[in-house]
Protein backbone atom coordinates (compact mmCIF):
# COMPACT_ATOMS: atom_id res chain seq x y z
CA UNK A 1 0.00 0.00 0.00
CA UNK A 2 1.64 3.22 -1.19
CA UNK A 3 2.36 5.32 1.97
CA UNK A 4 -0.06 8.30 1.09
CA UNK A 5 -2.71 6.38 1.63
CA UNK A 6 -2.22 5.71 5.38
CA UNK A 7 -1.09 9.31 6.00
CA UNK A 8 -4.18 10.58 4.17
CA UNK A 9 -6.22 8.46 6.72
CA UNK A 10 -4.46 9.81 9.79
CA UNK A 11 -4.57 13.20 8.50
CA UNK A 12 -8.26 12.43 8.17
CA UNK A 13 -8.48 11.34 12.01
CA UNK A 14 -6.53 14.49 12.82
CA UNK A 15 -8.63 17.20 10.86
CA UNK A 16 -12.22 15.62 12.52
CA UNK A 17 -10.85 15.08 16.31
CA UNK A 18 -9.59 18.72 16.41
CA UNK A 19 -12.88 20.09 14.77
CA UNK A 20 -14.68 18.40 17.30
CA UNK A 21 -12.59 19.93 19.76
CA UNK A 22 -12.65 23.29 18.71
CA UNK A 23 -16.66 23.34 17.80
CA UNK A 24 -17.25 22.45 21.52
CA UNK A 25 -15.10 25.27 22.32
CA UNK A 26 -16.59 27.60 20.31
CA UNK A 27 -19.89 26.31 21.74
CA UNK A 28 -18.85 26.70 25.27
CA UNK A 29 -17.48 30.15 24.91
CA UNK A 30 -20.04 31.59 22.63
CA UNK A 31 -23.21 30.41 25.93
CA UNK A 32 -23.89 33.30 27.69
CA UNK A 33 -22.22 34.80 30.12
CA UNK A 34 -22.85 34.74 34.01
CA UNK A 35 -22.88 37.93 34.98
CA UNK A 36 -21.17 39.10 37.78
CA UNK A 37 -23.63 39.71 41.30
CA UNK A 38 -24.18 43.64 41.92
CA UNK A 39 -23.04 44.38 45.24
CA UNK A 40 -23.11 47.51 47.45
CA UNK A 41 -20.29 49.21 48.24
CA UNK A 42 -20.76 48.15 51.99
CA UNK A 43 -21.34 45.26 50.88
CA UNK A 44 -17.89 44.90 48.77
CA UNK A 45 -15.55 42.11 50.52
CA UNK A 46 -12.37 43.85 52.01
CA UNK A 47 -9.47 42.99 49.46
CA UNK A 48 -5.42 43.53 48.95
CA UNK A 49 -4.01 43.60 45.79
CA UNK A 50 -0.28 41.60 45.55
CA UNK A 51 2.08 42.79 43.03
CA UNK A 52 5.46 40.80 42.68
CA UNK A 53 7.90 43.46 41.47
CA UNK A 54 11.41 42.51 40.28
CA UNK A 55 13.20 45.63 38.69
CA UNK A 56 9.90 47.22 37.52
CA UNK A 57 11.12 50.99 37.49
CA UNK A 58 9.77 51.21 34.17
CA UNK A 59 6.68 49.60 33.93
CA UNK A 60 5.42 49.87 38.09
CA UNK A 61 4.13 53.37 37.61
CA UNK A 62 1.43 52.66 34.97
CA UNK A 63 0.58 49.44 36.82
CA UNK A 64 -0.03 51.73 40.13
CA UNK A 65 -2.13 53.91 38.10
CA UNK A 66 -4.21 51.63 36.95
CA UNK A 67 -4.37 50.31 40.37
CA UNK A 68 -5.25 53.13 42.47
CA UNK A 69 -7.82 54.52 39.68
CA UNK A 70 -9.69 51.13 40.74
CA UNK A 71 -13.89 51.58 41.45
CA UNK A 72 -13.62 50.41 44.71
CA UNK A 73 -14.07 51.62 48.17
CA UNK A 74 -10.47 52.94 49.10
CA UNK A 75 -11.25 51.88 53.22
CA UNK A 76 -12.09 48.18 51.65
CA UNK A 77 -8.85 47.83 49.96
CA UNK A 78 -5.15 47.73 49.77
CA UNK A 79 -2.56 47.39 47.46
CA UNK A 80 1.30 45.40 48.30
CA UNK A 81 4.13 45.69 46.13
CA UNK A 82 6.25 42.74 46.94
CA UNK A 83 10.09 44.18 45.92
CA UNK A 84 11.84 41.04 44.76
CA UNK A 85 15.40 42.19 45.03
CA UNK A 86 15.16 45.14 42.85
CA UNK A 87 18.75 46.80 42.28
CA UNK A 88 16.49 49.66 40.27
CA UNK A 89 14.42 52.24 41.86
CA UNK A 90 11.14 50.19 42.43
CA UNK A 91 11.26 50.54 45.60
CA UNK A 92 11.35 54.68 45.00
CA UNK A 93 8.54 54.56 43.07
CA UNK A 94 6.50 52.40 45.49
CA UNK A 95 6.96 55.23 48.01
CA UNK A 96 5.96 57.93 45.76
CA UNK A 97 3.08 56.48 45.24
CA UNK A 98 2.52 55.72 48.65
CA UNK A 99 2.87 59.33 50.06
CA UNK A 100 -0.46 59.87 48.02
CA UNK A 101 -4.20 59.15 48.45
CA UNK A 102 -6.46 56.94 47.94
CA UNK A 103 -5.73 53.07 48.29
CA UNK A 104 -3.66 52.54 50.53
CA UNK A 105 0.42 51.40 49.25
CA UNK A 106 2.40 49.14 51.19
CA UNK A 107 5.95 48.30 50.11
CA UNK A 108 8.04 44.69 51.39
CA UNK A 109 10.68 43.82 50.79
CA UNK A 110 11.11 39.63 50.16
CA UNK A 111 13.61 37.93 51.62
CA UNK A 112 16.03 35.87 50.60
CA UNK A 113 14.91 32.21 49.25
CA UNK A 114 15.07 29.71 52.19
CA UNK A 115 14.63 26.12 50.67
CA UNK A 116 12.68 25.70 47.64
CA UNK A 117 10.07 28.82 47.95
CA UNK A 118 12.16 31.32 45.71
CA UNK A 119 11.01 33.65 42.71
CA UNK A 120 7.76 35.37 42.30
CA UNK A 121 5.78 32.42 44.44
CA UNK A 122 8.16 33.35 47.39
CA UNK A 123 7.28 37.07 46.59
CA UNK A 124 3.64 37.19 46.44
CA UNK A 125 3.67 34.51 49.75
CA UNK A 126 5.44 36.91 51.35
CA UNK A 127 2.84 39.63 50.94
CA UNK A 128 0.17 37.58 51.61
CA UNK A 129 1.59 36.02 54.72
CA UNK A 130 2.07 40.06 56.08
CA UNK A 131 -1.40 40.50 55.21
CA UNK A 132 -2.72 37.34 56.97
CA UNK A 133 -1.52 38.63 60.26
CA UNK A 134 -2.44 42.28 60.16
CA UNK A 135 -5.21 43.37 62.61
CA UNK A 136 -7.98 43.45 59.37
CA UNK A 137 -6.83 40.54 56.91
CA UNK A 138 -8.36 41.15 53.64
CA UNK A 139 -11.01 37.94 52.81
CA UNK A 140 -9.87 37.95 48.42
CA UNK A 141 -6.69 38.73 47.48
CA UNK A 142 -6.13 40.05 44.01
CA UNK A 143 -2.63 39.22 41.71
CA UNK A 144 -1.66 41.03 38.84
CA UNK A 145 1.52 41.70 37.49
CA UNK A 146 3.90 45.22 37.43
CA UNK A 147 3.58 45.25 33.88
CA UNK A 148 0.02 45.22 33.53
CA UNK A 149 -2.93 47.91 33.85
CA UNK A 150 -6.25 46.87 34.44
CA UNK A 151 -9.62 48.02 33.98
CA UNK A 152 -11.08 50.65 36.41
CA UNK A 153 -13.80 47.74 37.23
CA UNK A 154 -11.59 45.15 37.62
CA UNK A 155 -11.12 44.81 41.53
CA UNK A 156 -15.12 45.23 41.66
CA UNK A 157 -15.33 42.84 38.98
CA UNK A 158 -13.20 40.09 40.42
CA UNK A 159 -14.28 40.68 44.31
CA UNK A 160 -18.07 40.28 43.58
CA UNK A 161 -17.68 37.04 41.69
CA UNK A 162 -16.84 35.90 45.75
CA UNK A 163 -20.19 36.10 46.55
CA UNK A 164 -20.78 33.34 45.42
CA UNK A 165 -19.66 30.92 48.04
CA UNK A 166 -18.67 27.95 46.33
CA UNK A 167 -16.02 29.89 44.19
CA UNK A 168 -12.04 29.95 45.63
CA UNK A 169 -10.24 30.98 42.42
CA UNK A 170 -10.75 33.40 39.77
CA UNK A 171 -9.10 33.65 36.73
CA UNK A 172 -9.71 36.50 34.12
CA UNK A 173 -8.60 38.13 30.90
CA UNK A 174 -5.09 39.26 30.23
CA UNK A 175 -5.07 40.85 26.94
CA UNK A 176 -1.75 42.34 25.46
CA UNK A 177 -1.85 46.08 24.09
CA UNK A 178 0.03 46.22 21.00
CA UNK A 179 2.30 49.40 20.43
CA UNK A 180 1.31 51.17 17.37
CA UNK A 181 3.02 49.80 14.36
CA UNK A 182 4.00 46.80 15.73
CA UNK A 183 2.34 43.16 13.71
CA UNK A 184 4.28 40.80 16.11
CA UNK A 185 2.65 42.91 19.15
CA UNK A 186 -1.19 41.87 17.43
CA UNK A 187 0.09 38.18 16.59
CA UNK A 188 1.07 37.52 20.22
CA UNK A 189 -2.64 39.12 21.46
CA UNK A 190 -3.67 36.37 19.50
CA UNK A 191 -2.53 33.52 21.13
CA UNK A 192 -2.93 34.90 24.38
CA UNK A 193 -6.55 34.86 23.40
CA UNK A 194 -6.31 31.58 22.30
CA UNK A 195 -4.87 30.05 25.22
CA UNK A 196 -6.85 32.19 27.35
CA UNK A 197 -10.48 30.95 25.72
CA UNK A 198 -9.59 27.76 25.73
CA UNK A 199 -8.37 27.81 29.15
CA UNK A 200 -11.90 29.83 29.87
CA UNK A 201 -14.05 27.10 28.03
CA UNK A 202 -12.25 23.92 30.15
CA UNK A 203 -12.63 25.84 33.56
CA UNK A 204 -16.60 27.15 33.42
CA UNK A 205 -17.16 23.45 31.91
CA UNK A 206 -15.80 22.08 35.34
CA UNK A 207 -12.15 20.77 33.67
CA UNK A 208 -9.98 23.49 34.74
CA UNK A 209 -6.82 23.11 32.88
CA UNK A 210 -4.56 26.70 33.67
CA UNK A 211 -4.72 30.13 34.51
CA UNK A 212 -2.84 33.46 33.89
CA UNK A 213 -0.86 34.66 37.11
CA UNK A 214 -1.18 38.26 35.74
CA UNK A 215 -5.16 38.16 37.14
CA UNK A 216 -6.19 35.63 39.68
CA UNK A 217 -8.15 36.39 42.49
CA UNK A 218 -8.11 34.42 46.10
CA UNK A 219 -10.37 33.61 48.68
CA UNK A 220 -7.61 34.01 52.04
CA UNK A 221 -9.40 31.14 53.22
CA UNK A 222 -8.78 28.68 50.28
CA UNK A 223 -5.28 29.92 50.05
CA UNK A 224 -4.46 28.94 53.70
CA UNK A 225 -6.99 25.24 52.88
CA UNK A 226 -3.94 24.65 50.50
CA UNK A 227 -1.66 25.62 52.28
CA UNK A 228 -0.27 28.82 50.35
CA UNK A 229 3.04 28.25 48.11
CA UNK A 230 5.15 26.67 50.88
CA UNK A 231 2.90 23.63 50.47
CA UNK A 232 3.27 23.39 47.00
CA UNK A 233 5.91 21.95 44.41
CA UNK A 234 8.53 24.71 43.11
CA UNK A 235 7.22 25.61 39.47
CA UNK A 236 8.59 28.27 36.90
CA UNK A 237 4.57 28.92 36.56
CA UNK A 238 3.73 29.16 40.29
CA UNK A 239 0.06 30.33 39.01
CA UNK A 240 -0.25 27.15 36.98
CA UNK A 241 0.35 24.96 40.30
CA UNK A 242 -2.10 27.03 42.51
CA UNK A 243 -4.95 26.98 39.91
CA UNK A 244 -4.18 22.74 40.07
CA UNK A 245 -4.19 22.60 43.79
CA UNK A 246 -7.20 24.36 44.47
CA UNK A 247 -9.48 22.90 41.71
CA UNK A 248 -7.60 18.70 42.39
CA UNK A 249 -7.43 19.36 46.66
CA UNK A 250 -10.47 21.98 47.76
CA UNK A 251 -14.36 21.78 47.69
CA UNK A 252 -13.94 25.37 45.67
CA UNK A 253 -14.63 26.43 42.42
CA UNK A 254 -11.88 27.68 40.16
CA UNK A 255 -13.79 29.99 37.74
CA UNK A 256 -12.54 31.37 34.71
CA UNK A 257 -15.17 33.59 32.95
CA UNK A 258 -14.09 35.82 30.15
CA UNK A 259 -15.58 38.81 31.85
CA UNK A 260 -14.39 42.69 29.61
CA UNK A 261 -15.12 44.45 32.36
CA UNK A 262 -12.43 42.04 34.58
CA UNK A 263 -9.69 42.65 31.86
CA UNK A 264 -6.24 43.46 32.29
CA UNK A 265 -3.74 45.03 29.93
CA UNK A 266 -0.22 43.23 29.88
CA UNK A 267 3.07 44.50 27.73
CA UNK A 268 3.75 42.18 24.65
CA UNK A 269 7.18 40.82 24.82
CA UNK A 270 9.65 42.78 22.54
CA UNK A 271 10.30 40.33 19.97
CA UNK A 272 9.85 37.04 18.29
CA UNK A 273 12.92 35.99 20.67
CA UNK A 274 11.47 36.75 24.51
CA UNK A 275 7.87 35.95 23.15
CA UNK A 276 9.14 32.10 22.19
CA UNK A 277 10.88 31.87 25.66
CA UNK A 278 7.94 32.97 27.44
CA UNK A 279 5.97 29.94 26.06
CA UNK A 280 8.95 28.02 26.41
CA UNK A 281 8.93 28.85 30.54
CA UNK A 282 5.18 28.31 30.26
CA UNK A 283 5.60 24.90 29.12
CA UNK A 284 8.33 23.92 31.02
CA UNK A 285 6.14 24.74 34.31
CA UNK A 286 2.75 22.82 32.76
CA UNK A 287 4.92 20.14 32.75
CA UNK A 288 4.87 19.63 36.39
CA UNK A 289 1.03 18.97 36.37
CA UNK A 290 1.43 15.34 35.46
CA UNK A 291 0.76 12.37 33.12
CA UNK A 292 -2.49 14.23 31.93
CA UNK A 293 -0.54 17.56 31.41
CA UNK A 294 1.64 15.93 29.38
CA UNK A 295 -0.65 13.83 27.09
CA UNK A 296 -1.97 17.16 26.32
CA UNK A 297 1.25 18.66 25.18
CA UNK A 298 2.05 15.61 22.97
CA UNK A 299 -1.59 15.69 21.03
CA UNK A 300 -1.28 19.04 20.78
CA UNK A 301 2.48 18.82 18.99
CA UNK A 302 1.45 16.11 16.98
CA UNK A 303 -1.39 17.89 15.53
CA UNK A 304 0.80 20.73 14.15
CA UNK A 305 3.88 18.29 13.64
CA UNK A 306 1.65 15.51 11.11
CA UNK A 307 0.02 17.58 9.00
CA UNK A 308 3.43 19.41 7.94
CA UNK A 309 4.61 15.75 7.92
CA UNK A 310 2.11 14.96 5.36
CA UNK A 311 3.02 17.45 3.13
CA UNK A 312 5.83 15.07 1.96
CA UNK A 313 3.77 12.09 1.98
CA UNK A 314 -0.32 13.10 0.83
CA UNK A 315 0.02 16.85 -0.23
CA UNK A 316 -4.08 17.13 -0.94
CA UNK A 317 -5.00 15.89 2.28
CA UNK A 318 -2.15 17.56 4.30
CA UNK A 319 -3.38 21.21 2.44
CA UNK A 320 -6.83 20.05 3.46
CA UNK A 321 -6.14 19.33 7.60
CA UNK A 322 -4.03 22.69 7.71
CA UNK A 323 -6.82 24.73 5.71
CA UNK A 324 -9.24 23.17 8.11
CA UNK A 325 -7.23 23.82 11.38
CA UNK A 326 -6.98 27.02 10.08
CA UNK A 327 -10.59 27.75 10.14
CA UNK A 328 -11.27 26.19 13.27
CA UNK A 329 -8.53 28.21 14.91
CA UNK A 330 -9.65 31.85 13.49
CA UNK A 331 -13.55 30.50 13.89
CA UNK A 332 -12.62 29.91 18.11
CA UNK A 333 -10.67 33.31 17.81
CA UNK A 334 -13.58 35.43 16.74
CA UNK A 335 -15.48 34.08 19.41
CA UNK A 336 -12.89 34.75 22.23
CA UNK A 337 -12.59 38.20 21.18
CA UNK A 338 -16.57 39.19 20.41
CA UNK A 339 -17.09 37.66 24.15
CA UNK A 340 -14.19 39.89 24.95
CA UNK A 341 -15.74 42.76 23.75
CA UNK A 342 -13.56 43.34 20.76
CA UNK A 343 -15.48 45.79 18.63
CA UNK A 344 -14.40 43.97 15.55
CA UNK A 345 -13.01 40.28 15.95
CA UNK A 346 -13.39 38.76 12.47
CA UNK A 347 -11.59 41.92 11.15
CA UNK A 348 -8.80 41.53 13.73
CA UNK A 349 -8.48 37.75 13.19
CA UNK A 350 -8.84 38.60 9.12
CA UNK A 351 -5.50 40.87 9.37
CA UNK A 352 -3.42 39.04 11.57
CA UNK A 353 -4.46 35.40 11.48
CA UNK A 354 -2.31 33.91 9.15
CA UNK A 355 0.65 35.67 11.61
CA UNK A 356 -0.69 34.43 14.32
CA UNK A 357 -1.29 30.47 12.67
CA UNK A 358 2.80 30.66 11.69
CA UNK A 359 3.83 31.61 15.38
CA UNK A 360 1.70 28.99 17.23
CA UNK A 361 3.12 26.20 14.51
CA UNK A 362 6.97 27.68 15.36
CA UNK A 363 6.12 26.66 19.28
CA UNK A 364 4.19 23.66 19.08
CA UNK A 365 6.74 22.00 16.77
CA UNK A 366 9.83 22.75 17.72
CA UNK A 367 9.13 23.03 21.45
CA UNK A 368 9.28 19.69 22.92
CA UNK A 369 12.80 19.51 21.42
CA UNK A 370 14.07 22.23 23.00
CA UNK A 371 12.30 21.59 26.28
CA UNK A 372 14.25 18.25 26.27
CA UNK A 373 17.76 19.79 25.12
CA UNK A 374 17.68 23.31 27.23
CA UNK A 375 15.70 22.44 30.57
CA UNK A 376 16.73 25.11 32.31
CA UNK A 377 14.84 28.18 32.30
CA UNK A 378 16.43 32.30 32.76
CA UNK A 379 14.01 34.33 33.52
CA UNK A 380 14.34 38.01 35.52
CA UNK A 381 17.95 36.91 35.61
CA UNK A 382 17.85 33.96 37.27
CA UNK A 383 18.04 30.28 36.42
CA UNK A 384 15.31 27.79 37.73
Known sequence: MPIAEPFAVVLLLVSAGYAGFMGWLVWRVHRPAEPAPTMEAGALPHLAIVVAARDEEETLPRCLEA??????PADRAQIWIADDHSEDGTAEVVRQFAATDGIPVHYIRVPDPVGPLRGKAQALHTAIEAL???SAPPEVVLITDADCAPVTTWARQAASRFADSDTGLLCGLARIAPRPGHAF???QALDWMFMLGAASALAESGQTATGMGNNM????????AVGGYPALPFSVTEDFTLVRAVAEETPWRVRFPLDPAATVWTLPAHGLRPAYA???RWARGGLTGGGWVIATYTLLHLVHLVPLLGLAFSPLAALLTLGLKGLCDLGFLATVLHRAGDPAPVRT???DGLGFEAFLFAYMVTLPSVLLFRPRIEWKGRSL
Open 349 to 351: VAR
Open 217 to 224: SIRAETYA
Open 67 to 72: LRSQDY
Open 185 to 187: DRV
Open 132 to 134: ASA
Open 278 to 280: QRR
